[in-house]
């Protein structure tokens, strides 16, 4: 192990090591670039600086976190594979006896695996509701600062925000006077460290200026309180502790999920036709929604895809998607 490049504490290092890794595999270029994305996800997740920390914990951390995002519809089975292969081969070139070698079968990650779409998760706006009023009251009660900054950043989300992104977003730098929020390569949490910019509406800009007039309130950099990990571990705490309380069910991916479907109808009605849905939201087969659409709005098939195509590429856009079958997965 000694003499290998291990550090992962900056983008420079990691370019460096994800070239030094490849190479060592006898890969190119394609390759160096999915170990780079996986580096920079291993230091996201665990906070550590060099692999020569790393620890199985922190492996075993990384799966759960790809099987959570196939399941929420968030990462294709393809791109989860694409991260183990990474992971694999940091393996072997660190050398480490007392870590091993991970097969996608034994998580229920195998290629082979059907991948649903079409499936309706957003959360009810009940539920949402529900759980910020439950937030606000467990604040009243505790003084717990973290309850209120949870619910500024479960609102924020509606801004096509990633959990992790709606606590590490650096609102006190952001210019939103164009009515863009631009999320950055770094420092803001982006997936990845992929930028982009989500065009806001009215709605939306109000709550980022609720959320960094909070922040400015309270003389905090971010909506995530302590670490990265203990801000992740106290939301997802949190959100157990509701749903045992009120037998009422929320997950934070879902506000995106929300947000999508209600996107997509804006986006047709934008175009002069309303109250047309996202296939996710309904009970037919995909050739019973297009008919439907065909009927209700008059347009021939090959617009109707036209029109379809364009809207969700904006809403992959947005969502920050890196392919637009992802955002299917959302839609339907």
Not at 106 to 111: A, E, M, N, P, T
Not at 294 to 299: Q, V
Request: glycine share 6%.
């Amino acid at each position: 192990m000694s003499g290998k490049a291990m550090s992962i504490k900056n983008e420079s290092k990691i370019s460096f090591l994800s070239k030094e890794i490849s190479e060592f595999i006898k890969r190119g270029s394609s390759t160096a670039e999915k170990l780079s994305a996986t580096l920079k996800e291993i230091k996201s997740q665990t906070g550590i600086k060099t692999l020569k920390d790393m620890e199985q914990s922190h492996i075993n951390d990384m799966i759960t976190g790809l099987k959570n995002n196939v399941s929420s519809g968030n990462m294709s089975l393809s791109n989860a594979n694409s991260y183990i292969s990474s992971i694999n081969n940091i393996v072997r070139y660190i050398g480490r006896d007392d870590l091993y070698v991970i097969k996608a079968s034994d998580f229920g990650l195998s290629r082979n695996i059907s991948e649903k779409d079409g499936i309706n998760k957003e959360n009810t706006r009940e539920s949402a509701s529900a759980f910020k009023t439950w937030l606000n009251e467990k604040y009243a009660e505790t003084n717990d600062l973290r309850y209120a900054a949870i619910k500024h950043a479960v609102s924020i989300q509606s801004i096509n925000l990633r959990l992790r992104e709606s606590l590490q977003i650096k609102l006190l730098n952001k210019d939103l006077s164009e009515n863009i929020l631009k999320v950055s390569a770094k420092g803001d949490g982006s997936k990845n460290s992929r930028e982009r910019e989500i065009k806001l509406n009215p709605e939306q800009k109000a709550l980022l200026l609720e959320a960094r007039a909070f922040l400015k309130e309270n003389h905090l950099k971010n909506l995530n309180i302590g670490t990265i990990k203990q801000g992740r571990n106290f939301a997802n705490n949190i959100l157990k502790s509701f749903r045992t309380e009120t037998n009422l069910y929320f997950h934070y991916h879902g506000e995106r999920h929300w947000t999508a479907h209600e996107a997509y109808k804006e986006a047709w009605k934008s175009k002069g036709y309303d109250n047309i849905k996202c296939r996710a939201r309904t009970d037919e087969s995909k050739a019973e929604w297009i008919s439907s659409i065909l009927e209700t709005t008059g347009l021939s098939k090959s617009e109707f895809q036209t029109m379809d195509k364009e809207i969700r590429q904006e809403i992959s856009r947005n969502l920050g998607h890196e392919r637009i079958e992802i955002t299917n997965r959302y839609l339907g």
